[in-house]
């Protein structure tokens, strides 16, 4: 099964590269906090269990949707796939794993801290959770997918009232994906200025879900089309982590148990 909402960009659609390796590049960051067994939060399509599964001993993933274990399972034989809703993180013993990656989770998630805690104890003491969200100051327009979105001290005050130790980062990008970024602010100002009694900010954000869906995909596609060769030229490798977190475009969030 393969989910080709433009709330989870596919690897699959062209026009959602530009996204598809922003989120991709968070896989590439966790790299070198692998060891240990691994638990990722939210895999989502699986976007990272190639790269990373070979590099830690053991590597256990959860998500909501069974049809996308399923399939992940029979890719994966070697990984250990658990559906279901979270938090909580249900039949998982405390003190479980030594790293914890959960990528463009927490702003789908209702108990903010709950999810939080619930990292916290199954991360074996020493252990490190990663976390990515994206910076509601670069966010162009609302995702009625997402409960919230933060600023960059605001998930940093949270995750502080959990872990002892949190280091906020960033996940920025070059000339190449900046140019991307205005193209893509422009485009959705057009849109948006038809938005006259600011709906997007007073209708429930299920009532959003299929025109935000349906303007978003039209969006991507006019942008591959306006300058195919920027949209199919990025890469992870323009993404970048950064120590100024607050003008990223993604908190890259590091937490120490």
Known sequence: MSVYTTEIASDKIASDNPIHQRLLKAYYLAEEYMHGDLF?????????????????????????????????????PDVKLIQGNIPPFEGIADNSFDVIISFQVIEHIKNDKLYLQEIHRVLKPGGKALITTPNIKKT????????????????????????????????AGNDKVMEYYEMN????????????????????????RIPYDLLNRMNRNKLKTS?????????????LLTDQADGALDL???MEK
């Open 252 to 254: 890259f969030c590091i």
């Open 185 to 208: 602010k422009k485009s959705v100002e057009k849109i948006t200025r038809f938005d006259i009694l600011n709906l997007q900010y007073r209708l429930p954000a299920p009532l959003l």
């Open 140 to 171: 162009l327009t609302r995702n009625p997918w997402h409960i919230r979105e933060y600023k960059a001290t605001e998930l940093e005050n949270l995750a502080k009232t959990v872990f002892p130790k949190v280091e906020m980062k960033g996940v």
């Open 227 to 239: 300058n195919d060769s920027l949209v199919n030229q990025i890469h992870h490798t323009d993404y």
């Open 40 to 76: 990722e939060i939210g895999c989502g399509e699986g976007r990272g269990i190639a790269l990373l599964k070979d590099k830690c001993t053991s590597y256990t993933a959860i998500d909501k949707i069974q049809e996308v274990i399923d399939d992940l399972q029979e890719k994966y």
